[in-house]
């Protein structure tokens, strides 16, 4: 097994997932509203400047295997037909300090978070799925349209990386 790594200089690995949510097409406000209606706290301050502020929050979820960082930005895909259709990101990254300096133990630890990818993948959808998109304006059916685990969105379910 240790041909496949054989960069022992290697000290971090980062598991990330992108996931995204499509939202109801005709208001391009609607991912930034999401946001700062349903994440922040309202204020003076969203409406300072010439046109609406962009939006996006960082986050980071002390888990037992890893810290789980995640990004929640607005943004908008064009479609085929030049629509622009408003979405809002979930980026999340699990990272692993490979501390080991013994190269047999640096492998078994890169081999475990590989291994486990699958509890670091859970952990994810169920933040996401469970606690910001069961928290969806009532306008917009979570559980059936938009839930990461759902094949209407299989660009979402594809987006998986792995980067070191």
């Known amino acids: 097994m240790q041909e496949l790594y054989p960069i022992w200089n290697l000290r971090l690995l980062a598991l990330i ?26 204020g003076a301050w969203q409406s300072e400047g010439e046109e609406p502020m962009r939006a996006s929050l960082n986050l980071v979820y002390k888990l037992q295997r890893s810290p789980l960082y995640l990004s ?28 080991s300096e013994d190269n047999a133990e ?35 059916s979570a559980a059936e349209e938009y839930n990461l685990e759902t094949n209407k969105n299989t660009e979402t379910n594809n987006l998986f990386a792995m980067s070191v």
């Open 17 to 42: 997932r992108l996931g995204y949510i499509p939202l109801p097409t005709g208001e391009q406000d609607t991912a930034r509203q999401y946001i700062t209606q349903n994440l922040l706290s309202p």
């Open 72 to 99: 929640i930005t607005e943004a908008a895909l064009r479609s085929d037909d030049e629509t622009i259709n408003p979405i809002v990101i979930f980026n999340g990254s699990f990272s692993y300090e490979l501390s």
């Open 106 to 140: 640096k492998l078994q630890q890169l081999d475990s978070v590989i291994n486990n990818w699958q509890a670091d993948l859970d952990a994810y959808k169920n933040i996401v799925n469970n606690k910001f998109l069961a928290q969806f304006p009532q306008q917009v």
